[in-house]
């Protein structure tokens, strides 16, 4: 079955550094990839979707890459706030296309 | 902005009582999702809805769920003897074709 892996639960960076974070699924071949960002007890808020033909998608301080080779997608966030701090979720549709399959998420703290 | 809306916030509810958790789409959605979310974990799907009949379900989505939308505008899931373990947040999501969706602020559903 589809299985979505993100690097670390927990991911602490300094005010101003980029965060990096990384998404790998095993098992089939999405065509796209979204993320999504989670704050406790709020519903998932879509940022970004980057399809299998691209290799990299931006906006404002966000950039995802998207490799099918390796299976994996990094999302970044440059000149981090604390306003970041949330939970990151990497969310591929499953083998149907339409549900998604998200990941456990990397919640990421900045600090100021 | 347009957005998802879901009622009620938070639903307690004794064991084997049936609940109903209603949902607003975005207007010109045509596709809806419900997910849950136990706590401390990830997302998961539940089940998919597209042109009055359910498109997809998970393992989850056993004979004690059902899906409806009554009318123009709500889309509601129905739990119909609540186990312990039916305790979660539930969340509803929209999009307008396979690609980003909107989710609500969800419903907290507590049963004891």
């Known amino acids: 079955s589809q299985k979505i892996e993100q690097n670390s639960e927990a991911l602490n960076i300094q005010e101003g550094k980029t965060a990096t974070l990384t998404c790998n699924y095993t098992?089939?071949?999405?065509?796209?990839l979204q993320w999504y960002r989670q704050d406790p007890g709020r519903g998932p808020v879509f940022l970004l979707l980057?399809?299998?033909?691209?290799k990299e998608k931006r906006k404002e301080r966000l950039k995802v890459t998207f490799d099918t080779t390796l299976k994996q997608s990094l999302f970044h966030i440059t000149a981090s706030q604390p306003a970041d701090s949330a939970t990151y979720l990497c969310?591929?549709?499953?083998?149907?296309?339409?549900?998604?399959?998200f990941g456990k998420g990397t919640r990421l703290s900045v600090i100021a | 902005e347009p957005e998802v809306t879901q009622t009620p916030s938070h639903q307690v509810t004794q064991m084997g009582q049936e609940v109903i958790l209603r949902c607003v789409p975005i207007?010109?959605?045509?596709?809806f999702y419900w997910y849950r979310q136990i706590l401390g974990q990830k997302v998961e799907f539940l089940v998919s809805?597209?042109?009055?009949?359910?498109?997809?379900k998970s393992e989850i989505f056993d004979d004690q769920f059902s899906v409806e939308r009554p009318d123009g505008s709500n889309f509601t899931l129905k739990i119909r003897s609540t186990k312990l373990e039916d305790s979660a947040m539930y969340f509803c999501a929209s999009s307008d074709r396979h690609n980003e969706q909107f989710f609500g602020p969800g419903t907290r559903l507590t049963v004891l």
């Open positions: 980057i399809r299998e033909n691209e």
């Open positions: 969310a591929p549709p499953n083998s149907g296309n339409t549900p998604l399959v």
């Open positions: 207007s010109n959605h045509l596709y």
């Open positions: 809805f597209y042109n009055n009949e359910i498109s997809e």
């Open positions: 098992n089939y071949s999405p065509a796209y």
